[in-house]
């Protein structure tokens, strides 16, 4: 039973330049969530994916932000033309999905840092 | 507004001693509680969590929670910290299968 895993554990871009990071989620977990964790804060949700419902984006806060999920397994998040102010940990989480709540499982993250 | 309020950013204590965490939530109904701990440089582990039924949970490590509907807190304890519980604790709830709603935070150090 492998746990939620992200690539790359660590990114160096330039300012301007896009990026892709990738969460592979548990097996069989519908849903899926991006959460970003700056430096000293806490974790802001990002987006969200409930099997083939349309994901929920309110957390994105631009629109140099964008992910995909392909059905019910790897997603992207993309980050176009990075800022400086994009420098966090990026983490991903799944968890079974269904009613009521549910464990979510962490991954390990990305470090992005724009230089 | 939905939140959650971790109202002590930096705790310390000597190992050995007892450890209480606090949080508080803003929900209008009754949420699904976290406790998470996250050590340097690692990803988010979960401690414990409360869902329903009895109010006092248990989870890893030697750590409790208790729910308090009537303060809308879910304070974390510990009777006897040990040097490696240092790291931060971060307290969450959700509705269901909704994002997780977080504290800021709180960062433990243990001394000898």
């Known amino acids: 039973g492998a746990g939620v895993s992200q690539s790359p554990s660590n990114k160096v871009t330039e300012k301007g330049k896009d990026v892709e990071l990738r969460c592979d989620p548990i097996s069989g977990h519908t849903a899926l969530y991006w959460y970003r964790q700056r430096l000293g804060q806490g974790l802001e949700f990002l987006i969200y994916f409930q099997g083939n419902s349309a994901p929920d984006k309110s957390g994105l806060p631009s629109d140099r932000f964008s992910a995909e999920r392909t059905g019910e397994s790897v997603s992207t998040l993309t980050i176009q033309r990075t800022q400086q102010e994009d420098s966090a940990v990026y983490l991903c989480?799944?968890?079974?999905?269904?009613?009521?709540?549910?464990?979510?499982?962490f991954g390990p993250g990305t470090r992005l840092t724009v230089l | 507004a939905q939140s959650v309020t971790q109202p002590d950013i930096h705790i310390t204590v000597s190992e050995g001693a007892s450890l209480e965490l606090r949080c508080n939530y803003s929900?209008?109904?009754?949420?699904?509680l976290f406790w998470y701990v996250q050590s340097p440089g690692q990803g988010l582990q979960l401690l414990l969590k409360?869902?329903?039924?009895?109010?006092l949970v248990q989870g890893i490590k030697g750590f409790e929670a208790e729910f308090k509907r009537s303060q809308s807190s879910f304070n974390l304890r510990k009777p006897s910290v040990h040097w490696s519980d240092a790291a931060e604790y971060f307290c969450?709830?959700?509705?269901?299968?909704?994002?997780?709603?977080f504290g800021k935070g709180t960062r433990l150090s243990v001394i000898a």
């Open positions: 929900y209008g109904a009754t949420p699904y």
């Open positions: 969450a709830f959700t509705s269901g299968n909704t994002p997780l709603v």
């Open positions: 409360y869902f329903s039924g009895d109010t």
């Open positions: 989480a799944s968890s079974p999905g269904g009613r009521g709540g549910n464990e979510q499982f």
